[in-house]
């Protein structure tokens, strides 16, 4: 991440910064990781301790699946149109462990009422479809269709999304997401062979000052609970920030692509790092150019990670019967590779329009409750040629 600034901010930190009555602006320091990650500093109007009521927390998580045994699974919520009312309760977490969750989200409610925040955990949110606002302390952010929208712990937030078709797959992170190490030099700046730069990174550009008196609630997440807390004055009365935290936008369609002569590996396709876990971008690209080159993947026996697809746009070539909206999970221990057939066929094509976000992960995911009504049960006899049982043994 890089600096930013916007609004009023005093020339030296934490010196004296008054409001127009005398009164000190209330300063508040961000930080990442302890005090050795990125951080911001935030001038306040009021206080940002100051609660007016803590209300009674709600129940908010997800169960993961005990006994599902170990097979390759496709998940197909293409057919899904509202997953629930509000941004929140709409969420249905499909895979998780303890580094990440993988959600989709498509609620009916285009506005918020209330202001969320999560407290365990980074965001990134990306726009399969829907287009809108977010709107946060640091500034009005709008994001539209193919946006990585990047949320740190702690930042405050609520969305304003526009009319028309709304679905999210949301990654939460139990540690920072950050851009990836190897392209960044040792001062941070991302170098000339990244597949992005900072002109593509867009941080929010309209900060709002709302000083006004009201009841404003921040639903917190934490722990498996929303935590209600009301407040007296708007999260957002802020004068002025600066720092490198801050919540920005990504588009999946300024990744640029990394081709080769022959198949290049899913690193290339990078864009993001957390603990444990990577996220990649497979987008619109030239094929591999070898006179003799098979564009299709090889066979791949992935020991140390769990792998999942998320099919957004396009013709997948190695795959048959996947759909916008699947999702696949190729667990660490199976080998996977391109469905019969379609290795041929990839050869002799020039270019791919797929479009798709990879999440791979160091240590295993488990489904949810939530995942089962979206399970293909075909999934893991599908690379045998005729085969269409899998004979399921007390597993779900
Ligand atoms: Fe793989």
């Not at 396709?269 to 619109?284: A, D, L, R």
């Not at 996977?336 to 094509?349: C, D, F, M, Q, R």
């Amino acid at each position: 991440m890089y600096y930013q600034q916007r609004g009023k901010i005093p020339s030296k930190r934490h010196t004296q910064f008054r409001q127009p009555d005398g009164s000190l602006y209330k300063e508040e320091l961000v930080t990442s990781k302890g005090f050795s990650g990125i951080y911001s500093i935030l001038y306040h109007t009021h206080p940002p301790t100051r609660v007016k009521e803590v209300m009674s927390p709600v129940q908010y998580g997800t169960k993961p699946l005990k006994d599902y045994t170990l097979r390759q699974t496709h998940l197909n919520t293409s057919n899904i149109k509202i997953t629930g009312e509000d941004f929140l309760s709409a969420r249905k977490v499909l895979l998780i462990n303890n580094d990440c969750s993988i959600s989709i989200c498509s609620p009916s409610q285009r506005k918020m009422d209330y202001f969320y925040k999560n407290a365990e955990g980074d965001e990134v949110i990306f726009i399969h479809d829907g287009s809108g606002v977010l709107i946060s302390p640091f500034g009005n952010l709008e994001v539209r269709q193919g946006d990585y929208v990047v949320i740190p712990r702690t930042v405050i937030y609520k969305f304003e999304f526009n009319d028309g078709p709304l679905r999210l797959l949301i990654i939460e992170s139990s540690s920072p997401v950050e851009t990836v190490k190897r392209y960044r030099n040792e001062l941070g700046q991302l170098l000339e062979h990244a597949p992005y730069c900072e002109r593509d990174i867009r941080s929010p550009q309209e900060l709002v000052t709302d000083t006004s008196r009201g009841e404003f609630l921040i639903k917190i997440k934490k722990q498996g609970f929303l935590h209600p807390y009301l407040y007296d004055f708007s999260p957002l009365d802020l004068v002025g920030w600066d720092g490198f935290l801050w919540p920005y936008a990504f588009s999946i369609h300024d990744f640029e692509p990394i081709t080769g002569r022959i198949h290049q590996p899913p690193p290339v396709h990078q864009t993001f790092q957390g603990h444990n876990y990577v996220i990649c971008s497979f987008v619109p690209r030239l094929f591999d150019y070898h006179p003799l080159a098979i564009p299709a993947p090889y066979n791949h026996s992935n020991i140390d990670s769990d792998e999942v697809l998320y099919y957004a746009e396009g013709n997948f070539m190695s795959r048959k019967g996947i759909e916008r909206g699947s999702f696949t999970l190729h667990p660490g221990g199976l080998p996977h590779g391109p469905h019969p057939g379609t290795v041929e066929k990839s050869i002799g094509a020039k270019a791919t329009e797929e479009l798709a976000v990879m999440i791979d992960t160091f240590h295993p995911l488990h489904l949810t409750e939530d995942a089962l009504e979206f399970l293909d049960k075909n999934y893991p006899m599908s690379w045998t040629e005729g085969g269409d049982s899998f004979n399921e043994v007390n597993a779900p």
